[in-house]
């Protein structure tokens, strides 16, 4: 690790000494080592630069288990950048006229609930797009994640009743997956066609994106499609790619930086596209909209680009770097992380997509290639970012080990009493549906019934909490999960939580509220 820091330090000197954008050569060098630092097989780079392309190239392997090279054609599944086509297509049903912003979600999916129902009553189609819902981060993304749910969209829609705010509607940014799915219900009865027809068909053929799907089942070739690989206890390793239709709109879209250049030379353009940029596939008005900012961020630290806003627009999130407005957005599933930025006053656009899902890999290009079209000097991206990751692995390493080593010392000890009988049977959750606690070969199971991935091992560690330790071992999502008893000490609910502060948020344990349900 040592040798490869010190010549990424030696390539950040000299891209600092010149103080200009990276050339094609430089560009090389430095994707070349954010392969070797952070341990990615493959990564896919392009850069868009007043109306033209001047970098686009792959490097490493598409596939561990291929050894085939990727390149510009690669296809990757870009993950929630499709949350940006989303918010295109409702832009287009705006511009015809068949929608407005403003327009009420309940006046087109009227079986439409949320928590609250001021907040139903009042939520529109911005309101989809924007984070301030008033639910927490990644609030339902169990029903969606890991992939293996049986629920079915209209279960999901439905769901949102049950799922509780925890800040005021329209006042705070928390992330949310669920809502985009909403979104692209609304595409669906809008416009007479699936969201994936219409994304592919009004945003993808007439930019000519001709590799792109809306969704990993509709990829016509996959001769050059990427693998997935995620760590798995140490080993890199090559995992299934997300498939899951349910959640097309929020993340589905598979492409290739060849693709994405052309969506990103349009978004610069404000909609227009084409020759002499003859064709419109958006009005200027409706582009600006998206680019607005909806809702805000705290800024907590200026950083290196003196950044004095932040926001999220319509699918986009939305910052200043060095006086000029930054548009972008990041994307990760399993085993695959993609970034798209673009700032339009410079007419530049950075693509950048990866087949593991270290989010620093992107970050350390993206940044380096953007310091040299803003003029900022002295970063060393890859330095940077290899040191915080390291950080923060050790900081998660130490207390996962301890409540292992704990786990493990109570399991040593002779006479130790657990009485199964307390905590097995059937609990159901108003949102996430049955969760069975069962006794198989002296060990207590978990296992949900609508998603059954999230299976594993329940392990003792005092009182009455326990470790569930998942038997895919891929999903680096242990949980506590803590019983609480009645009167006659059994027990008749039970919350959970993420072990590891690194664990994905979409993991949304702390959401679940599992009570034991009522012997038939």
């Known amino acids: 690790m040592k040798k490869i820091l010190s010549l990424s330090l030696l390539l950040a000197v000299c891209i600092a000494a010149l103080s200009q954008p990276l050339t094609s050569e430089q560009i090389d060098k430095l994707a070349e080592q954010t392969l070797k630092v952070f341990n990615v097989p493959g990564i896919s780079v392009a850069v868009v630069k007043d109306g033209q392309v001047v970098h686009m190239k792959g490097y490493g392997v598409s596939s561990i288990a291929t050894g085939k090279k990727a390149d510009e054609n690669t296809l990757y599944a870009i993950a929630s950048n ?5 918010s295109a297509a409702l832009g287009i049903l705006v511009d015809e006229g068949k929608l407005r912003w403003d327009t009420k979600v309940i006046d087109i999916i009227p079986e ?3 928590y609250n129902a001021y907040v139903t009553e009042d939520f529109n189609i911005k309101d989809l797009l924007s984070h301030r819902s008033g639910m927490g981060l990644g609030a339902g993304d169990l029903m969606l994640w890991p992939d293996s749910s049986s629920f079915t969209k209209e279960e999901i829609i439905h769901n949102l009743r049950y799922l509780k705010q925890t800040s005021s509607f ?4 928390d992330y949310d997956n669920l809502l985009y799915l909403v979104a692209g219900e609304v595409v669906d009865r809008v416009s007479g066609q699936s969201w994936e027809e219409f994304i592919e068909e009004r945003i993808m053929k007439p930019l000519g994106m001709t590799s792109s799907a809306a969704s990993y089942n509709r990829v016509r070739d996959r001769s050059n499609l990427m693998d997935a690989h995620i760590p798995v206890e140490g080993v890199l390793k090559v995992v299934p790619m997300y498939q899951s239709s349910l959640f097309n709109s929020g993340a589905g879209v598979i492409s290739s930086v060849s693709d994405m250049s052309k969506w990103v030379m349009m978004h610069i353009n404000r909609g227009s596209f084409g020759e002499s940029n003859s064709k419109q596939l958006l009005r200027e008005a409706t582009h600006r909209e998206m680019w607005t ?3 805000i961020i705290p800024v907590r630290n200026p950083g290196p680009y003196r950044s004095h806003f932040s926001a999220y627009g319509l699918g986009w999130g939305l910052t200043d770097v060095a006086g000029y407005l930054q548009a972008s957005h990041t994307g990760g599933l399993g085993g695959v992380v993609t970034q798209v930025t673009i700032i339009p006053e410079l007419k530049l656009g950075i693509i950048v997509f990866t087949n593991q899902q270290e989010g620093a890999a992107f970050t350390a290009i993206t940044n380096s ?4 079209y803003l003029g900022v000097k002295g970063n060393d991206w890859i330095k940077t970012l290899s040191e915080n990751v390291e950080r923060n ?4 390493k130490k207390i996962t080990d301890e409540v292992w080593a704990k786990v493990e010392s109570q399991r040593s000890k002779s006479g130790l ?3 199964h009988e307390v905590y097995t049977g059937t609990y159901t959750d108003n949102w996430f549906g049955d969760i069975v606690i069962s006794e198989v070969g002296g060990k207590i199971r978990f296992r949900s019934v609508k998603s059954p991935q999230l299976r594993g091992d329940m392990l003792f560690y005092n009182a009455n909490t326990f470790v569930v330790k998942w038997d895919d071992r891929s999903m680096d999502a242990d949980a506590w999960v803590v019983f609480s008893l009645d009167k006659e000490g059994k027990a008749q609910s039970f919350s959970m939580d993420a072990i590891s502060p690194l664990t994905d948020f979409s993991y949304d344990f702390h959401d679940l509220s599992p009570k034991r349900k009522e012997d038939k």
């Open 293 to 295: 900012p909806q809702t």
């Open 82 to 86: 499709s949350k940006a086509f989303t």
């Open 417 to 419: 009493p657990v009485n």
């Open 112 to 114: 439409f609930r949320l």
């Open 170 to 173: 329209r006042t705070k940014y």
């Open 369 to 372: 290639i953007k310091d040299g």
């Open 393 to 396: 692995r050790a900081e998660a």
